[in-house]
């Protein structure tokens, strides 16, 4: 990884909207990050190509002019449960080399003769800087280049120390690429083994697929990278040229087998001939890695049939499902303590390892000692919730409501908005209908906004703004309370999952590719409302129909209002007088303060585009809430669902996962 300096950001809420402040992960330093600047790496950018005759005749490309930015290496320890076993993890920093232009310097222009030092101090500044902006995207391409170099050159230089080859690397090590921000590795180790080590081409590019695996995390554009071809060209030169190579044997393959088929060359090639030109990172790992995944089921397929058919088509065998895990010994032994001595004290301390033990425990959901302790467990971890709220946001929220918890990311296809527009509804039915819920319920959200993405950020302004409407009006904050917590991290998720009841998993069929919240949540007995998209499904089946709560459209049904153009918002809105209502309250003035706070463009989106299908699943998404509000009214049965839905999270342990790409694509056996 990179050794950055700022973090993603630090959230603060100013006048109901976000505000982004630098997030200085490190300023006070670590004792357990470790500087190695022995083992620094050399990595070279920018720069030109040229074409020279090497003794044997043949013309090589070489690659010069290049600026050189050094990698510095800082390992933090991961200590594995039980201390037997200690991992390393190596953080790059990048620097300068040692050196100024005297020249410059000496003349006077003293700034102009350090900015390149500060310039490429800058590549490991900030994390995911802004790609909205020119000389944001370059920094971009530099840092996911900087990251994948000092890696590849990690390896090899590890691989030497102990007596190997280059040839090796995949005898050694098994690189995995996350999506698509580390695929300038494929165009980095052809590199350095064709121009460095004078490997045949033919033999670098076998290497090269055995060392890689690809797991695509979702199915969303942002992920799918596509570099425009100047840019690339300016700061990677030679790995352009290895990319025009890879991309000209492979599309050769694809003519052999599907002669005259331009539409296929089209999709699959390596390069968006459109203007400006662009590099398709993600048909890049395809095609530079031996297997290809998904992280659930439901993903895994669509990745294979909707994503990337054509390369479904050609390799079959690369393909596989690795559905995502969430690791038990933080997010309940260590989030939630007193629900890990209740499972030490039912099924032994075996579960922390092995998560499927606890599936025993649903043998006991009738039992009723164990309800009523569940259920003091929960309380007690509202309490202290309730506590962490009113310090962080002034709201005093009741522990005994029901609490409806949402935290992810904000984002257009997380839906965010559909559950406020829910909020909406039940703050109109109390003010203006005189309606009594079956009880009162807190709906808690927490996420953050990319800087740049101002429809998401939209959606915090509303949460915030409806939060405050809320609060100054006694007939519904008794029955109603809405919070939107601010600066979402790990920490203070350990302080919500075990704190929730109601797990909101509402993202539109066919877009989350799995999501963790939902197991975290379901660990910590939260009920699942949510649709049939990502690890969602799953869930369902292991927990059982009576343990989530299921709305929406599904998969197909999304998928054929895309094909055929068929949806209209506007419909739903004529079929159902509280989704008119809710509408026309927020593009109003009911929630807010100014001119400032007019969402009308927000209303004005779902109604002629809706691009995430927010309309179509509010009627059916109210009456999976009713379903949900009137179940909790059974304390016993809700114990029941919440004790089910921790005993059948087994199959969805981190551990499980990683056995999985262990012994079915990285080919590896535990040392134990």
Not at 44 to 58: I, M, N, Q
Not at 181 to 205: F, I, K, N, Y
Not at 470 to 495: G, N, W
Not at 559 to 583: F, N, T, W
Request: a neutral charge; glycine letters at 6%.
């Amino acid at each position: 990884g990179l050794r950055y300096e700022f973090g993603l950001f630090r959230q603060e809420i100013v006048g109901r909207e976000q505000r982004e402040h630098p997030d200085a992960w490190n300023a006070h330093g670590s004792p357990w990050l470790v500087e190695r600047p022995d083992e620094a790496c050399l990595v070279p950018a920018y720069g030109s190509v040229v074409d020279t005759l090497g003794h044997d005749g043949e013309s090589h490309p070489m690659w010069l002019g290049w600026k050189l930015i050094v990698g510095v290496p800082y390992d933090m320890p991961v200590v594995g449960y039980g201390g037997k076993t200690v991992n390393v993890l190596r953080l790059f920093a990048a620097r300068a080399p040692n050196e100024i232009d005297m020249a410059t310097f000496n003349s006077g222009d003293y700034v102009r003769a350090v900015e390149q030092n500060i310039a490429t101090e800058t590549l490991s500044k900030v994390l995911y800087p802004s790609d909205d902006v020119p000389a944001g995207r370059e920094l971009r391409l530099l840092q996911e280049y900087f990251l994948v170099a000092c890696a590849v050159r990690d390896v090899l230089r590890r691989i030497e120390r102990e007596g190997g080859m280059p040839e090796d690397l995949p005898k050694r090590f098994a690189l995995q690429m996350n999506d698509t921000h580390p695929a300038l590795a494929v165009a980095e180790v052809m590199r350095v083994m064709v121009d460095e080590q004078r490997l045949p081409w033919e033999e670098a590019w076998a290497l090269t697929q055995s060392t890689f695996g690809y797991t695509n995390h979702t199915l969303m554009p942002e992920a799918l990278e596509r570099w425009p071809v100047p840019l690339f060209e300016k700061v990677l030169p030679r790995h352009l040229q290895v990319i025009y190579e890879i991309n000209s044997r492979f599309l050769d393959q694809v003519r052999s087998r599907w002669p005259g088929d331009l539409s296929r060359i089209q999709k699959m090639s390596l390069i968006d001939e459109a203007n400006p030109k662009h590099v398709r990172m993600a048909n890049l790992c395809v095609v530079g890695s031996h297997a290809v995944n998904g992280v659930a089921a439901i993903h895994s397929e669509l990745v294979r049939t909707r994503l990337i058919p054509e390369f479904a088509e050609m390799w079959p065998e690369k393909f596989s499902n690795k559905t995502n895990g969430v690791t038990p010994r933080r997010w309940i032994l260590q989030a939630n303590p007193a629900l890990a001595a209740l499972l030490d004290r039912r099924i032994g301390k075996g579960w922390v390892t092995r998560l499927e033990l606890t599936d025993a425990l649903a043998a006991q959901a009738d039992d009723p000692d164990l309800q009523q302790e569940t259920l003091a467990i929960k309380r007690a971890n509202k309490d202290r919730l309730a506590r962490v709220v009113l310090s962080t946001t002034g709201i005093a929220i009741d522990p005994d409501s029901l609490f409806d918890v949402q935290i992810k990311r904000i984002h257009e296809y997380k839906r965010q908005l559909l559950n406020l527009l829910h909020v909406a509804w039940l703050y109109l039915h109390i003010s203006e209908d005189g309606a009594r819920l079956p009880q009162p319920r807190t709906v808690i959200i927490s996420g953050k906004a990319a800087p740049s993405y101002r429809v998401a950020k939209q959606v915090i302004h509303l949460a915030n703004a409806m939060s405050a409407v809320i609060e100054r009006d006694p007939r519904v904050r008794e029955q109603l309370r809405l919070v939107f917590i601010p600066d979402y991290r790990v920490s203070l998720a350990e302080r919500i999952v075990p704190a929730a009841e109601l797990s909101e998993q509402i993202s539109t069929a066919g877009m989350e590719a799995s999501g963790t919240g939902n197991m975290k949540l379901s660990m910590n007995g939260a009920i699942t409302i949510g649709t049939l998209d990502g690890a969602n499904i799953e869930i369902a089946d292991a927990v059982g129909p009576e343990g989530v709560f299921v709305f929406g459209l599904t998969v197909p049904e999304v998928e054929a209002h895309v094909r055929s153009g068929s949806y209209q918002p506007r419909r739903h809105v004529e079929e159902d007088p509280r989704l008119r209502r809710v509408l026309d309250a927020i593009s109003g003035d009911r929630f807010a303060a100014g001119p400032r706070e007019m969402f009308g463009d927000l209303v004005a989106r779902l109604l002629h585009h809706d691009p995430y299908f927010v309309l179509a699943d509010f009627s059916s998404y109210l009456d999976a809430q009713d379903r949900a509000a009137n179940a909790r009214l059974d304390s016993k049965g809700w114990a029941r669902k919440m004790i089910l839905n921790t005993a059948r999270m087994g199959r969805f342990s981190s551990d499980r996962t990683i056995r999985e790409y262990a012994t079915e694509i990285w080919r590896v056996a535990p040392v134990n």
